[in-house]
């Protein structure tokens, strides 16, 4: 059985993409869960942390699309690992 991980990260939104539903189309798509710790969004840039739990290799699936979509993706402190 796959071990879930939490990994948490900033996640920066450019202006193009800050009124997308990136997360929920990461959601939909990895079924990998999130939580927002923090957030401050405007016009210009979105800058979100976030929490993300699931299979390891998802949440690298999820990170990946997150940069497909434009977005970046910088780790905010190591990982862990769940039994």
Do not use: H, W
């Not at 990260?9 to 997308?20: G, H, I, L, R, W």
């Not at 210009?44 to 979509?69: D, H, T, W, Y």
């Amino acid at each position: 059985m796959a071990k879930n991980i939490r990994r948490k990260v900033y996640v920066t939104f450019p202006s193009a993409q800050v009124k997308e539903a990136i997360i929920c189309d990461m959601y939909d798509k990895y079924k990998v869960r999130f939580n927002i710790r923090s957030a401050s969004v405007n016009e210009q840039v979105g800058l979100m942390a976030i929490e993300l739990e699931g299979p390891e290799e998802k949440v690298a699936e999820a990170m990946k699309f997150f940069q497909s979509r434009g977005l970046t993706v910088e780790p905010i402190e190591m990982n862990v690992i769940e039994g």
